[in-house]
């Protein structure tokens, strides 16, 4: 049995793989930390998990992280999972980390990420010794490299939905490199637990509003990732919207094509891309994804159109930002690290309605 240890746990991140894991065959919870919010049973600040999960919250002190566990998952925002992975990985713990903080295997890609954060401002990373050792976490990419990996970067949300909606595309020289446009909505809770004005119910129902337009740092890992599946420099121009929902996260890309193909040609060229893959689903001609049909499940729903007339690939893709974008896509990483069955604690179908 592998014991785990979440770092962050009264966040939405913790919450998301708390609740996988308690269904676990392989894993046990170890311990739960966090900064804030502890000396309490989780199920204080998630009253769902009344009887479920009333593990106690304890302080996320140096001396403790890491401590007593086989795995830290670190369900936090930037700049933390790189102050104490070292420690982690020294006791002999591996580490999945859910930022930016290990998703680049360089200080160069790490600093062209970090310019465009707006809660990093460019400051530079605190262990770039480990940056060669960790491995970038899309299954679907990099599965052999996750299988020897003790360090994982989790993706970002709208990085894991860009990716996958567009690496067969890009793969099969199917578009022109740096003609990548993508349109994304997400769901409120994309933007975590800490509440602020502009998430404030008024001003959020019945509103869409576009943030960090071209300058999304989701964007870097995004054309990173993209280009080493081509081999050659990706241009993206990314759009991000927030829109009155709790969950879910819906891309489309626009791409333009390098030569005339028909919607069955792409199909099969991403059928092929995804066979066997237990969590990407493509979907035949004209059959648009929505995210009722991903909610509350580890699926990403991908779909297109050939706009023939205009020398244009259009790919929409859809995932649960708190699952296929955040807890079970780390969990999907470590089952792989770990050497357990992918789909183990992660068989759920999707919410509906």
Not at 72 to 89: H, I, K, N, W
Not at 220 to 231: P, S
Request: hydrophobic share 40%; with cysteine.
């Amino acid at each position: 049995m592998i014991r785990a240890q979440i770092v962050g746990a009264t966040g939405y991140g913790g919450l998301g793989i708390v609740e996988l894991l308690r269904r676990h065959p392989e894993v046990e919870i170890a311990s739960l930390l966090a900064r804030t919010d502890v000396g309490k049973p989780l199920s204080d600040f998630f009253p769902h998990l009344r009887g479920f999960c009333d593990m106690l919250v304890e302080d996320a002190t140096p001396e403790r992280i890491g401590a007593d566990c086989d795995v830290v998952v670190f369900a936090t925002p930037d700049r933390v999972g790189m102050q104490s992975a070292a420690q982690v990985l020294d006791r002999g713990a591996a580490v999945v980390d859910y930022s930016g903080d290990f998703r680049f295997e360089s200080i160069e890609r790490y600093e062209r990420y970090a310019s465009r954060h707006p809660s990093v401002g460019g400051k530079p990373h605190l262990a770039p010794h480990l940056l060669n050792q960790t491995v970038y976490g899309v299954p679907e990419l990099f599965r052999q490299r996750i299988e020897r990996a003790r360090l994982v970067g989790n993706p970002g949300c709208f990085a894991m939905a860009m990716i996958l909606s567009l690496a067969p595309a890009v793969r099969a020289g199917l578009v022109e490199a740096r003609s990548l446009v993508v349109d994304g909505k997400t769901g409120i809770s994309g933007a975590g637990k800490k509440p602020s004005a502009t998430l404030h119910f008024p001003d959020r129902d019945g509103n869409v509003t576009p943030y960090r337009a071209a300058s999304h740092q989701h964007a870097i890992e995004t054309t990173l990732a993209l280009g080493d599946v081509r081999g050659d420099a990706i241009g993206l121009t990314f759009v991000p919207h927030l829109v009155p929902l709790t969950r879910g996260i819906l891309t489309t890309a626009y791409a333009t094509l390098r030569r005339d193909v028909t919607p069955e040609q792409v199909y099969e060229i991403y059928r092929e891309s995804y066979a066997g893959e237990p969590f990407v689903r493509v979907l035949p001609p004209g059959v648009m994804p929505g995210l009722k049909s991903v909610i509350g499940s580890n699926l990403c729903d991908i779909s297109y159109a050939v706009d023939r007339e205009n020398g244009r690939l259009v790919v929409v893709g859809a995932i649960d930002n708190l699952l296929k974008g955040q807890a079970g896509n780390a969990l999907q990483n470590l089952n792989i690290m770990f050497g357990f069955p992918e789909t183990m604690g992660l068989e759920r179908t999707p919410v509906y309605p």
